[in-house]
């Protein structure tokens, strides 16, 4: 639902949708009270706290269930909540905070390791990782900015301390022999905020070009049998958006084309 033109458009002007997989939910579980199932969204209020939903809960029973909006996420339910809580004057309609993921190592399990969930996140996603060090540069605190770049990333928050720099990289997971896992490191307070955009785009569309396809995925994965119907579609758009990566013609999410840069 959330890929549909009338729902996107909500979210892009008055929501954050928040999608958990299942590490990160368990990092999160002790501030919302719940792990998102898989598929669901969260939907966060102008000042990022979880909006309530009123449905009945996995097992039947009536209540209050936060954020499991799943798949009802329709036009009537985003602006029934943009009536509700209306962004407010003076106030930043996007935070970086909202978007940043911490930086763990791997959690021991049985026979090994779970993924590092940042680099599980980037892989599921098939987007390239931003790793943001020292003070937030001006940018990161303009909500045009963030409106702008947040959904090109995933976004890592790395030490607190030292220069500022973002450092945009590749995950191992379907990363091809040869290619190097750093796309770019940004010497972000040196940068204009017109500069940074600009490279981080590059960064972006660099990925784009040889990123991961993911209907060969479930082909070749056996328990990806279940999508199988659906996998030449998916192939078909991968290969769409490879074509318009190597043109550089491939605009990141949200962007329409001739649209003036914003800040």
């Not at 269930?65 to 509700?84: E, F, I, Q, W």
């Not at 020292?134 to 303009?142: R, T, V």
């Amino acid at each position: 639902m959330l890929s549909q033109p009338p729902v996107y458009s909500r979210l892009r002007d008055g929501f954050v949708a928040v999608r958990f997989d299942w590490e990160q939910g368990n990092h999160y579980k002790d501030r919302f009270g719940f792990i998102l199932g898989t598929g669901d969204q969260m939907l966060l209020t102008p000042a990022g706290e979880p909006i309530a939903h009123d449905k009945p809960t996995q097992e039947g029973r009536p209540g209050v269930v936060y954020g499991r909006h799943g798949c009802d996420t329709t036009p009537a339910v985003l602006d029934a909540v943009l009536a509700k809580y209306p962004p407010k004057a003076g106030e930043p309609d996007l935070k970086l905070e909202w978007f940043l993921w911490p930086h763990k190592p791997s959690a021991a399990r049985r026979g090994g390791f779970y993924p590092v969930p940042t680099e599980a996140a980037a892989g599921y996603a098939r987007l390239p990782l931003v790793v943001v060090d020292g003070p937030l540069p001006d940018a990161l605190h303009n909500s045009a900015f963030l409106r702008w770049h947040v959904r090109q990333f995933i976004w890592v928050r790395g030490r607190e301390d030292g220069e500022s720099r973002l450092t945009v990289r590749r995950v191992k997971d379907g990363l091809k022999p040869g290619l190097p896992t750093e796309l770019a490191t940004l010497d972000a307070a040196k940068m204009t905020p017109a500069e940074l955009g600009e490279a981080l785009d590059r960064a972006w569309l660099t990925y784009m070009r040889d990123r991961p396809m993911v209907a060969k995925g479930y082909l070749d994965n056996p328990y990806g049998g279940w999508m199988r119907g659906q996998a030449d579609q998916m192939l078909g758009e991968d290969e769409a958006v490879r074509d318009r990566a190597l043109k550089g013609t491939l605009l990141p999410p949200g962007r329409t084309p001739g649209e003036p840069r914003p800040y």
